[in-house]
């Protein structure tokens, strides 16, 4: 599953560069969907892939790609909600302006994509997926334990820590490998992050990936930029974060620099619960 996975946030890692030149990921007989917009269709191999999506990625200029959110539906498919940023060739169209919210499916085998669908409306793939309750949650704007996610990030940045243990349960607990430390309760959980926090002169925290497993497990790979006070020294490091979900909020949290380590107990974590 984690190889499957790094191969799909590889593609998408080109693809928020502007880069969609890569095709050694797909497989031979790769089937190439689009299952709604004006350019509906199938296509069946890599050469009649590519110029279905070339001639869709020609209308516009400056095109990137971004994933929202990572779902692993089962050991072999992906889905991934992205948007499209891009300004159209002809019209100077913005895409931001249009209804750009995505999700694209990935069906992986043997470290090649054998199908690859993709939907401009993203409420119409969750609903095919039979994820009507996701979708719903979407359209009335309740945000995903994803969402969430990204406004805690948002708020440790600007340190603002009384907002980003508002996502936590009162009676949660915080499992710091980082420190091998644990903490219990949100009084606690933020004593420790303002410490940590403070101990440096700058800190900025940035998540490479946030997957929801489901059953209430996100995984995130976080990557830490920070400076010592009285240092020029940039001090850079990475780390795997399992955050479990009820009913909108953290329960338990492990934080470790192993980051092979946290995505396997995420893993776990998830079938578990299921």
Known sequence: MSANLDLVRSIYADWERGDFSRTDWADPEMVYVRADGLERGEWHGVSEARLAFGNVLSAWQE???????????????????????????????????????????WHVRRGRVTRLVIYRDRVRALADLG?????????????????????????????????FVSFYAPDAVVEARTVAERFEGRAA???????????????????????????????????????????????????????????????????????DAARAAAERLAKERG
Do not use: C
């Open 189 to 259: 959980i933020r004593g420790f992050i303002e410490e940590f926090w403070s101990a440096f002169e700058q800190y900025q925290a940035k998540p490479d990936e946030i997957l929801d497993l489901g059953h209430g497990v996100v995984f995130v790979t976080n990557r830490v930029t920070a400076r010592l006070p009285e240092s020029d020294a940039e001090l850079q490091m990475r780390d795997g974060q399992v955050y479990e979900w009820e009913e909108g909020m953290v329960v338990r949290a492990i934080l470790d620099l192993d980051v």
């Open 63 to 105: 095109v990137h790609a971004g994933a929202d959110e990572y779902r692993v539906l089962d050991d072999d498919t992906i889905l991934v909600t992205d948007r499209f940023t891009g300004r159209g060739r002809t019209s100077g169209i913005e895409l931001a302006e249009m209804r750009t919210q995505g999700a694209t499916l």
């Open 131 to 163: 994820l009507e309750e996701s979708a719903v949650s979407e359209e009335s704007g309740t945000p995903t334990p994803v969402e969430l996610m990204r406004r805690g990030y948002e708020a440790l940045n600007r340190r603002d820590f009384d907002a």
